[in-house]
């Protein structure tokens, strides 16, 4: 019982054009007290070249230092926007892997075996955290293959093990959350479970109370199904701790 109800931190999912970066800031600043680390979408960014990655990260990391930073290039088989296929996926994290400017790196699992654990054996020898994600964009697994997919993940040496699903109906929350919680009954890893969707807000407000570790917000825009703003996200969770 001791690894469950935990406060989960707050990401704030950032995304900008070159020319909108100096409204963002202000948006960053406006909403600092609400949010516990910012997660840069490479994917949702105009830029394309790993330089003009490092610039945005190195810029937020000098307005932002103590706002730890997660790198996310999220592929449209994932509900993201990049269309990078498997060895130029593999490519670009490992070039941000080595200008060591981020504190945690997001993976898909289902990247081929061999590139995901070279990636992961990289960040790990750089001092980076590894957060390892899999999202079901169309439906929600059953409790069994939830359990399964935390399963593999925490057998990768991972620091973070996050599955998103989208639910039909609040079961499907329900069962979405009863896998977090079973998961980290064993487990000393960040275990995160998010139920996307407006069905789903409830597992953003109330997954703590499961064991979930982080829970995803907006500062002007959702980057994902049922975000909602920091501000909002943080004044409904205290309602379950």
């Known amino acids: 019982m001791e690894n469950v109800n935990v406060k989960p931190k707050i990401v704030v999912t950032l995304s900008a054009a070159k020319n909108q970066w100096d409204d963002l800031y202000k948006k960053i600043e406006d909403n600092e007290l609400y949010i516990d680390i910012i997660e840069y979408r490479a994917d949702l960014c105009d830029s394309q070249e790993v330089p003009d990655y490092v610039e945005d990260i190195k810029a937020l990391k000098e307005k932002f230092n103590r706002l730890p930073l997660i790198f996310t290039y999220r592929t449209r088989g994932e509900g993201g926007q990049g269309s990078k296929e498997p060895n130029d996926y593999y490519e670009l994290n490992k070039a941000i892997i080595e200008e060591e400017c981020i504190d945690i790196i997001d993976i898909e699992m289902l990247l081929y075996e061999d590139l995901r654990d070279e ?17 079901e ?33 609040g079961r499907d929350v ?26 789903g807000k409830l597992s953003r407000l109330a997954g703590g109370a499961f064991g979930s570790d982080l829970t995803y917000g907006h500062i002007g825009q959702e980057a994902a199904p049922g975000q909602l703003h920091v501000q909002q996200l943080k004044s409904l969770m205290e309602i379950y701790q």
């Open 119 to 135: 990636l992961i054996q990289l960040a790990r020898a750089k001092g980076i955290q590894v957060l390892v994600s899999h999202h």
């Open 137 to 169: 964009m169309e439906h929600t697994p059953s409790l069994k293959e939830l359990k399964a997919l935390y399963q593999h993940m925490q057998q990768l040496n991972v620091d973070y093990s996050k599955l998103a699903v989208m639910p039909e109906d």
């Open 174 to 199: 329900l069962k979405l959350l009863t896998a977090v919680y079973e998961t980290k009954q064993d487990s000393h890893h960040h275990i995160v479970g998010i139920a996307m969707g407006e069905q």
